[in-house]
């Protein structure tokens, strides 16, 4: 299974970005979503899961309201759009599957991360 996280960036503050999160080695449509993130210094936390479906998503309480979890699985793609953007949400962005279909699940394999600097 390989996921690649790609589309992070530097932005300003109350600005938006979207991550996309590509998969392959595994039926898409079968697992569960994850992102996740790790600030400089911090321990790696969840921000958002989707279940296979799609019909079914999960936030960090902290990011209700501004980000937005969504999967395309004609595309085994992924999205994480991020809106209103902090300064403190300044993290490497992870993307993972999951073991199974549903929400909540745990995370089997994880892509490389992709670098989201908010400027203030």
């Known amino acids: 299974v390989q996921l690649q996280a790609f589309g992070g960036g530097l932005v300003q503050a109350g600005g938006s970005l979207r991550l996309s999160c590509a998969a392959s080695?595994?039926?898409?449509?079968?697992?569960?979503m994850g992102w996740f993130r790790r600030a400089p210094g911090e321990e790696r936390v969840f921000v958002a899961a989707i279940s296979a479906s799609g019909r079914n998503t999960d936030y960090a309480d902290s990011l209700k309201g501004r980000f937005t979890i969504s999967r395309d699985n004609a595309k085994n793609t992924a999205y994480l759009q991020m809106n209103s953007l902090k300064p403190e949400d300044t993290a490497v962005y992870y993307c993972?599957?999951?073991?199974?279909?549903?929400?909540?699940?745990?995370?089997?394999?994880w892509g490389q991360g992709t670098q989201v600097t908010v400027s203030s």
């Open positions: 080695g595994r039926i898409f449509s079968l697992y569960a």
């Open positions: 993972a599957t999951a073991r199974g279909p549903v929400l909540p699940s745990t995370y089997d394999y």
